[in-house]
């Protein structure tokens, strides 16, 4: 699965909100088209929240629909810019490709691990974490459609005791299962499993001279 780098992905709580929503994905022709209208555009517009919007390929028409709705395009951010990008905000939404969903079931893009280690809080349209990643409506919350979507931001924008409670939870799982950290750890144990042991103990002899 994807993880979390936390020496670049964590909370920048001397960061002031200056905006609600962000979305950082790129458009994806008409991979994911349809959910960015139900779950990003759609929802933003009904609450007459403000937003920003980070990403590439978004043709006119979406670009028109993403300035209609009240929401900020500032296209592509570098990975080292994301962290600071998300405390300015108040919550972030995660938005899978269809094609990703249907083809790879249980796995969330790594911008979604990303958001939690940077402590800002998530709303989710659906994917299946069949493997129990997370836990969905206490790490982040789950949106089944375009109108829990609208529900939870607002929830969410209102009640910050509800917002810190996600924030607490999101960071305490990212760093208890899912950091590079945590990969790297489980990659020696495959290792190891398939009797690459002298190799393991090998790097661990470098890593100590180091």
């Known amino acids: 699965h994807e993880a979390a780098d936390e020496r670049l992905f964590k909370p920048h709580p001397e960061i002031d909100h200056t905006s609600d929503v962000i979305w950082i ?12 209208k139900e779950f990003l555009i759609d929802p933003v517009e009904e609450l007459g929240l403000s937003g920003t919007v980070h990403g590439v390929r978004y043709p ?6 993403l300035a209609a709705a009240g929401l900020g395009y500032e296209g592509w951010i570098a990975n080292a810019d994301v962290p600071k990008a998300f405390a300015a ?9 269809r094609p990703y969903r249907e083809s790879l079931p249980g796995i969330p893009t790594i911008r979604m691990f990303e958001a939690l280690a940077c402590g800002i809080p998530l709303v989710s349209a659906p994917w299946a974490d069949v493997e129990q990643l997370f836990r969905p409506g206490i790490d ?3 949106a089944r459609d375009g109108s829990e979507m609208c529900r939870h931001l607002r929830d969410l924008l209102d009640d910050a005791d509800l917002a810190a409670s996600l924030v607490r ?4 799982t990212i760093r208890r299962r899912h950091t590079c950290r945590h ?8 290792l190891a499993d398939c009797g690459n042991r002298q190799a393991i103990d090998r790097i661990a002899i470098e890593e100590t001279v180091a």
């Open 25 to 36: 994905g790129n458009w994806g022709d008409d991979e994911r088209s349809a959910e960015i």
């Open 60 to 65: 006119r028409e979406a670009l028109a629909d």
């Open 89 to 97: 905000h108040r919550v972030t939404v995660h938005i899978p490709r």
């Open 140 to 142: 982040f919350l789950f």
């Open 169 to 172: 939870s999101g960071l305490e």
């Open 183 to 190: 990969r790297a750890d489980e990659l020696f144990d495959v």
